[in-house]
């Protein structure tokens, strides 16, 4: 908004413009105010409205615009001094008529309000990103190893890595202490490690997995939170074991599949060939469940209940392979997914908008917004709303 003296000064322009009085400087300076923005152009073509001169200035009654405008005319025509004087005498008074004509409009004229661009940065799909975690609290960011930090990884723990992927080595091996180790994904990451017995291990986003730098001579035990894809390799004298937030999956060469998410209801583990057994730690005799190919167990964290089911493992493993496959999942469990994927928040106008089925399929690198557009082909009629991280969804 412009102060009060810079309305007079224009409106001293415009005065002076308008009795053919201005000098070059002051035709320079009001074509430059004109030219500056659309609104000047627009309060400018009001004033030189004689119609809207005199509406103005009837809001000032000390002022006659008849009788000025009268002196104006008849100006024109007189040349005497005596009518030179009136004429600028009336000159003067016009310019002071625009002045408050110009304050008048100027105040009541809808001034818009500067347009901020909201910059929304686009919501990127995950990528390669961990951390490697030793027990006495070292961190390091795998994606950003100076070369101090790689001689250490493989000479305290035998490990080595090629950017996207942690492999363990035997390179040291003699070196390296008994420890155990954390690799760590946060949200919108992923990596992949391979065991020093072979074992290849995809884990997801927002996940953890602690194991050993060593395997005993008995067994192969991993601790997992989250979600990984397992693939075993064989070793009949040593089975692999997977601990996990109150029960164990025990193999001794497959794949298969465990989500273990610390804030699901269940642990699922999708078995996709080969045989595993699964164990509640909280049943007094240990029983083992089998699994098939082709089927899931489900451990219910409040009653400890293991339940098996036959299912569609492509829905369950596609993420290994870069997709999103759902099947009437209901868009609370959805965004569950995607939140740890994309690394957002997800916010309902209303809790009925959690239960809207949802099936389909969608790449995993694609931008969040793809994910947007597939959802409302489906006829939901959905509103996305980002707010930096957040997005709200309505209808």
Known sequence: MSSFFEVLKTGTLIGKYLTGKETEKEQKLLHEWIDEKEENKTLFDSIRDEKQLVNSIKEYDQFSPDVAWKRYSQSITKQSRKEMYFRWKVAASIIVIVTLSVVVLFNNFPQKEPVVAEVTQPILPGEPKAFIEFC????????????????????????????????????????????????????????????????????????RMEFPNKFSEYERKVKLSGEAFFSVSKDATRPFIVSLNG???????????????????????????????????????????????????????????????????????????????????????????????????????????????????????????????????TGTKLNFKQNGRTIEISN
Request: net charge negative.
């Open 136 to 207: 006495g609290g070292a961190k390091f960011d795998l994606q950003n190893l100076d070369g101090e930090q790689q001689e250490k990884l493989a000479r305290d723990a035998g490990i080595v890595v090629d950017g996207i992927t942690v492999i363990k080595s035997k390179v040291n091996e003699a070196e390296s202490r008994p420890e155990i180790l954390a690799i760590v994904t946060p949200r919108g990451g992923e990596y992949k490690m391979v065991l020093d017995d072979g074992t290849q291990v995809w884990l997801n986003a927002d996940s």
């Open 247 to 377: 029960m164990e999956v025990e193999v001794l060469g497959t794949e298969f599949n465990i989500s273990a998410y610390g804030d699901d209801a269940q642990i699922q583990t999708t078995l996709v060939e080969g045989k595993v057994s699964v164990k509640s730690m909280q049943e007094p005799d240990g029983i083992q469940n089998i699994l098939l190919p082709g089927e899931q167990a489900s451990f219910n964290k409040c009653n400890n209940v293991i339940s098996i089911r036959q299912v569609d493992v492509l829905q369950f493993i596609s993420w290994r392979d870069g997709r999103f496959v759902f099947s009437y999942q209901t868009l609370g469990e959805i965004t569950k997914v995607l939140e740890r994927w994309y690394d957002v928040d997800f916010v309902f106008a209303s809790n009925e908008l959690k239960d809207i089925p949802f099936s389909g399929e969608f790449l995993r690198y694609e931008n969040i917004e793809k994910v947007y557009e597939i959802i409302r082909k």
